[in-house]
């Protein structure tokens, strides 16, 4: 770039960089988030006078610390200040440790006011114990990181000067400049500057490929739909042996200590979000032409390396390629981020920044004091309170190691969770640096200690069995205890232990003659009832295995579970049918031998080919099953619990076998009855009901169904996501609730946790710890253990697990894996054992507990964002007009994937503010466009939701290119403001404003023009959200009541997705 030296002209446009920031200022003049603030110890004989003159010098040489930033003819310019207008302040009562930085901490959320004067202050403090303080604060628009040791260097120089000439004038301690900052903007919008801008956007933009991923690391909460730039930071060391390894690996392979701290980084980041595809931020200094090297100013920016990992990629292999495209981008040119994501077209998104939401900056480590005549200076540090991305390293290399830094948005994580992040990457870090030729899949993102802890410190649930002990020795106990109290209720019928125990005897007897035992099945296909369950117990005390089918299921299931499953004897007719003559058959009890290998049921769930599964549970694992939920659910005889789950649905084995084994009653509800919420509810309150169990869909059409509660009522809820909604409304009832989780792979349910309390930002809630005698673990590909926190594949082991599927080997032998984490005091968990892959997705919370993340066959992804159904449901339903709702992807008739939400609504329509409400709470991507209203959500037999049965929407966005006209007067007098703004004829009312090349300074002077042709001043975050001449005529028309903070935070985040990229690493 060719600059010609200007020291008469005081006006000069803005740089391009500068300009985001100054649009930012404006909108939010009290914004702290781009002040840079810099402290440092003085220790000793400080000359005071000589520092003030330094100052003063340091202005002089440097016009850009003397300038303001005001706007002429509608457009930002800056004014060089004949000269400086710095005064130093100074403190004179002395401050202690925590009140210098508590002092500090203040100066960073001091705002600048851009046009008053130039944004720069310089304080000094008197310290306790005789030191002084000097803090230098500055808007971003005037400095970055380069400039630091520049500043530092020439205020140091003129101190030192200064020192030594009293009488000489502040303008000549330092030697002028011969090029300022207002030459190099004013060259950088000249045609030339344009010219080099405009190939190597080219460049970039073919090097970067299409559309790039944003970076979907789990966080601690919710990503808010408007960015906030709250932060914070984490720091930690490298060894004195790391960095010589950093360094050997980087000679060998040509390059700086840089390429493999990006190639750990973005190894790192792939690791923890699953993914391998996004892209990371690396600051440039910006400063191609060496006459810019002396000058103090805002020229960084950010170069973009796009990730593309894969299973077999090795470190040195990521390190060369990364090398390379360093060199290519050398070559092309700097690419200014802004223009950048104007070319990209990124979807506008105000909860991120757009193309990376990461970024690693890389430096040599700073003395840590310097010596002048008389007095040590010393750098203080300064805590960071904002942050500009999601997530940024800055690792500064030393002699002796290096001090990495981690910076977050302290709305997104946690403290803990980045000092997690932050071991992980130094323990990745070494392995690659000692194994550089191995795959980066492989590397160990845990020491050996923590690996260790997170397999083992979550998975202490062994509870002592005896073998002898099975469901049948435990109903037979508690009948002998209980022999006269109720056992079993459904309608008018009514069974004691000791009836019900005597007539299964019976039933026993009839089924050993007929040559049922061991390992045999028993289908037992009868209505709800009490002859259902002497059926099922029966079965048990012969020995034999149930095969429970639910005579309501279409009868082609049903023939073809018969059909694979051969079972020895079907029980479909009423007892007194099948057995005329009871009173021929003992009902003592049989006193068969029992393994707890034998077979103990086959349940048929449904296969991903279409046709169901047979899941073989033994003695073992069932017996162990009813052992902990008693102790989960605290059940004892004087309770009763409600059975209305289909006998087909596994969770059926808790209702009806659990009351049994305590002395307690089953209250089994009629068909009638459990297909009727409102008949439900009586059924609770006549019998006395102290503990149900139900889907989420169940509870759910109960609690529509009254206003009543149920005090102090044990509930279970599982089969599905437990949502924070549901959850909300259940506590509210007064129900004591526990949510439960396990496949029919692992015996009913695995885990359980105790909801007390929902927080707000819960979406759905967690699924808890393992019940007593399994194991949970969190896994990645590798079936290593990932952190805590970060989402992997959840695996069950121990005691609970199935046999397998029932003359599948195949599908068993996938499904069930050997244990690669034996533990011989484990029950269910020694050498030979084995771990059940669910298919689900989740993450441990630091508590132990477990979050449910849905199945990794239903996750969804639009327009390259990764969306949790989840958290899209839980901001629908907290809709005071929606009752249920559920959201999955569409796929439209151009391929386009669109999010659909199938709601239903109290009054039978879609609520006229739930897009306002969405935009409050979701950032606009996970906003659905389509909706469809039912009258209630599609049930399966096991009461769960059936997403195949939801029906498609019927009406579908316009296909892109099709350009639809204005329909009103609004629209067309606006569509000619749009014409006139983005210089492009024949537009249409539903055409994106951004995908037409407009930006944010586009969108200002469209503001503008509505103000003057309509009247009406709509503010621009409004106008963000509205990205069609649709939308913004809805808004023109309605002129409704706004909130103004709200706008001007969600305009700030959306502008900052673009400015902020080339200032991330400039501090």
């Known amino acids: ?95 202690d440790d925590a009140a210098l930085a508590a002092r500090i901490e203040a100066e960073t959320r001091r705002p600048f006011d851009l046009a008053a004067g130039p944004p720069l202050r310089a304080t000094l403090l008197a310290l306790a114990g005789g030191d002084a303080a000097l803090l230098l604060s500055m808007h971003h628009i005037l400095s970055d990181g380069p400039s630091n040791p520049i500043l530092a260097r020439d205020l140091l120089t003129a101190y030192v000067a200064a020192v030594a000439d009293e009488e000489a004038d502040p303008a000549e301690l330092l030697p002028p400049l011969s090029v300022h900052y207002a030459d190099f903007a004013q060259a950088q919008r000249g045609e030339a500057a344009q010219a080099r801008i405009a ?145 990209l077209d990124p979807v506008r998104d105000g909860s991120r920044t757009p193309l990376f939401q990461t970024l690693l900056s890389v430096r040599l480590d700073a003395p840590a004091s310097l010596r002048l005549p008389g007095l040590e200076v010393s750098p203080i540090p300064v805590p960071e309170t ?37 071991a992980s990457f130094v323990t990745l870090l070494n392995a690659l640096l000692a194994q550089p030729d191995a795959p980066l899949a492989d590397l160990p993102l845990l020491e050996p200690e923590a690996r260790t802890a997170e397999l083992t410190r979550w998975n202490r649930t062994a509870l002592p069995l005896d073998p002898a002990v099975d469901l049948v020795a435990l109903v037979e106990h508690a009948a002998g205890a209980h022999p006269d109290a109720v056992a079993a209720v459904c309608g008018a019928d009514r069974l004691t232990h000791g009836a019900l125990n005597a007539r299964a005897n019976r039933l026993a007897r009839w089924l050993v003659e007929r040559g049922v035992g061991p390992d045999r099945l028993v289908a037992v296909a009868l209505p709800r009832g009490l002859d ?10 012969a020995g034999a295995a149930h095969l429970p089918l639910d005579p309501d299921q279409p009868p082609a299931r049903n023939a073809h579970i018969l059909a694979h499953a051969a079972p020895a004897l079907v029980i479909d007719q009423p007892l007194d049918t099948l057995v005329p003559d009871w009173a021929r058959w003992d009902d003592g009890n049989l006193g068969l031998a029992v393994h707890p290998g034998q077979l103990a049921y086959t349940l048929y769930t449904s296969g991903s080919t279409g046709m169901p599964k047979g899941v073989a549970i033994d003695r073992r694992a069932f017996a162990s099953f009813l052992h902990a939920m008693q102790a989960q659910v605290d059940l004892s005889a004087d309770d009763r619990l409600l059975a209305v789950t289909t006998v087909g649905f596994d969770i059926a084995g808790l209702e009806l076998f659990l009351p049994l084994v305590v002395g307690g009653r089953v209250v089994i509800a009629t068909t009638e009855e459990a297909a009727d919420p409102h008949a439900l509810a009586r059924l609770i309150d006549r019998q006395g009901i102290t503990v149900m169990q139900a889907t989420p869909a169940r509870w759910r059409t109960l609690l529509d169904a009254t206003d009543h509660g149920w005090p102090g009522l044990r509930a279970l809820c599982g089969g599905e996501a437990l949502a924070a909604d549901l959850a909300r409304r259940l506590l509210a009832r007064g129900l004591r609730l526990v949510n439960v989780y396990g496949p029919t792979e692992t015996t009913v349910w695995s885990s359980a946790f ?23 673990h969190i896994l990645d590909d590798r079936l290593e253990p990932v952190p805590p926190g970060v989402v992997g594949d959840l695996w069950i082991g121990g005691v609970g697990l199935a046999r397998g599927y029932a003359v599948q080997p195949a599908l068993t032998a996938a499904a069930f894996v050997p244990n690669p984490f034996p533990e011989a005091d484990a029950p269910g968990s020694g050498v030979g054992s084995r771990l059940y892959r669910t298919g689900d997705r989740a993450r441990r919370r630091t508590d132990g507990a477990i979050e449910f993340l849905g199945r990794i066959d239903h996750q969804l992804k639009i327009r390259g964002f990764r969306i949790e159904a989840g958290e899209v449901e839980a901001a629908l339903n907290s809709h005071p007009a929606i009752r249920a709702s559920v959201v999955v992807a569409h796929r439209a008739a151009d391929g386009d994937a669109l999010l659909c939400a199938h709601l239903v609504t109290r009054d039978g329509r879609e609520p006229g503010d739930l897009d306002a409400h969405l935009a409050a709470r979701l950032p606009a991507y996970m906003i659905p466009t389509l909706r469809v209203v039912l009258d209630r959500l599609p049930l399966n037999a096991s009461g769960k939701i059936d997403r195949r049965a939801l029906p498609p929407p019927t009406a579908l966005p316009a296909p892109q290119g099709r350009r639809e006209p204005a329909a009103t007067d609004t629209e067309r007098r606006l569509l000619a403001l749009w014409e006139e703004t983005l210089e492009r004829p024949d537009l249409g009312v539903t055409d994106d404003f951004f995908r037409l090349g407009g930006h944010s300074l586009r969108l200002v002077r469209l503001q503008t023009a509505i103000r003057g042709a309509f009247g009406v001043d709509l503010p621009l975050a409004a106008l963000f959200r509205a990205p069609t001449v649709r939308a913004m005529a809805a808004l023109i028309d309605a002129e409704g009541p706004r909130d103004e903070a709200e706008d001007l935070a969600f305009m700030a985040a959306l502008l900052a997705d673009e400015g902020a990229l080339a200032q991330a690493g400039a501090r």
């Open 199 to 343: 190939r190597a956007l080219d460049r970039a933009v073919e090097r970067l490929g299409g559309p790039i991923p944003a970076l979907e690391l789990p966080t601690d909460r919710p990503r808010p739909a408007i960015r906030g730039t709250g932060g914070a930071r984490v720091t930690f060391a490298l060894s004195a042996p790391t960095v010589a390894a950093l360094r050997a690996l980087a000679r060998a392979e040509g390059c700086t200590p840089f390429i493999p701290l990006l190639a750990a980084w973005q190894a790192l980041l792939g690791r923890w979000s699953g993914q391998d595809d996004f892209a990371v931020g690396v600051p440039d200094a910006g400063r191609e032409d060496e006459t810019l090297e002396p000058l103090v100013g805002f020229f960084v920016d950010t170069r973009i390396h796009r990730a593309r990992l894969s299973p077999d990629l090795t470190g040195r292999a990521l390190c060369r390629r990364l090398r390379a495209e360093a060199l290519v981008m050398l070559n092309d040119g700097a690419a200014p981020v802004e223009r950048l994501v104007e070319r």
């Open 754 to 776: 105790v909801v007390e309390r929902v927080e707000r930002h819960d979406a759905v809630m967690p699924i808890g710890h393992a019940i007593a005698n399994n194991r949970l």
């Open 532 to 541: 259902l369950l002497v059926a099922l117990l029966a079965v048990q005390k």
């Open 386 to 422: 904002t942050a500009k991305l999601d997530l940024s390293l800055d690792v500064a290399i030393g002699a002796d190691g290096a001090d990495g830094a981690l910076d977050f948005a302290t709305d997104l994580f946690d403290r803990a969770t980045v000092e997690r992040l932050a």
């Open 1 to 95: 770039m060719r600059m010609s030296p200007n020291r008469t002209e005081r006006i000069a446009p803005l740089s391009l960089a500068q300009e985001r920031l100054w649009l930012l200022q404006r909108l939010d003049p009290g914004d702290t988030a781009y002040n840079l603030t810099r402290a440092f110890r003085l220790r000793g004989a400080l000359d005071g006078a000589a520092l003030e003159r330094a100052l003063s010098a340091l202005v002089w040489r440097h016009s850009l610390l003397r300038t303001r930033f005001a706007e002429q003819d509608g457009a930002p310019v800056q004014l060089v200040l004949s000269r400086p207008a710095l005064t130093l302040r100074r403190e004179d009562a002395p401050l």
